[in-house]
């Protein structure tokens, strides 16, 4: 079945940089886009972007340009999302979150488990 | 960035109650709306997609609709499993936008 699996809490010092993996399971990895979706502690859902997981080209959401990058490893069926220049702002769940249907406008329908990131020094 | 207003931010009701939350869209955005259910610690989950479309397996006491800017989530005999936070996402336009949330809480 399908399934997204997240690389485990990171705890990070401010200005530290993180790579988070989202491994997947069940389907053709290069058939469904790959978004990520940050939740900070007690707050709410906000779309960071998305990636191609065909071509692997990203879109950014604006408030996720320059420290944030997304990429692939097909050969793996994992996406990642790096994150550098850490600050304490950064500290949040973030899910990987496949869309629903393959082309066009989409909602997500397999979330990952999510991964913590804790910045704190 | 189309703004979607979601509302109550928290409701308080009873097993067995109807409970309606709605959604706002700053501009219109036809039917892609969709709603998640969020559990503490959890991944949201897919309820509802194009307003209305109930994803496979969610219960039928389960309901959305609306169109343009206007939606509502409808759960017809809350159950104890459905105290939990509910989000309504636009995926009409770039960047998609969730509304701020409803914690649906037990009276």
């Known amino acids: 079945q399908v399934q997204l699996v997240q690389s485990g809490s990171e705890l990070q010092k401010p200005g530290a940089s993180v790579k988070l993996s989202c491994k997947a399971y069940?389907?053709?990895?290069?058939?469904?886009?790959m978004n990520w979706v940050r939740q900070a502690p007690g707050q709410g859902l906000e779309w960071m972007g998305w990636i191609n997981t065909n071509t692997g080209n990203p879109t950014y959401a604006q408030g996720f340009t320059g420290r944030f990058v997304f990429s692939l490893d097909t050969s793996v069926s994992t996406a990642y999302l790096q994150i550098s220049s850490l600050k304490a702002e950064d500290s949040a769940v973030y899910y990987c979150a496949r869309d629903y249907c393959t082309g066009g406008s989409c909602p997500f329908d397999y979330w990952g488990q999510g991964t913590l990131v804790t910045v704190s020094s | 960035a189309i703004r979607i207003t979601q509302s109550p931010s928290s409701l308080s009701a009873s097993t067995g109650d109807r409970v309606t939350i709605t959604c706002r869209a700053s501009q219109g955005i036809s039917s892609y709306l969709a709603w998640y259910q969020q559990k503490p610690g959890k991944a949201p989950n897919l309820l509802i997609y194009?307003?209305?479309t109930l994803q496979s397996g969610v219960p039928s006491r389960f309901s959305g609709s609306g169109s343009g800017t206007d939606f509502t989530l409808t759960i017809s005999r809350l159950q104890s499993e459905d105290f939990a936070t509910y989000y309504c996402q636009q995926y009409y336009s770039y960047p998609w936008t969730f509304g701020q949330g409803t914690k649906v809480e037990i009276k």
């Open positions: 194009a307003a209305s």
């Open positions: 069940g389907y053709t990895f290069t058939s469904y886009v």
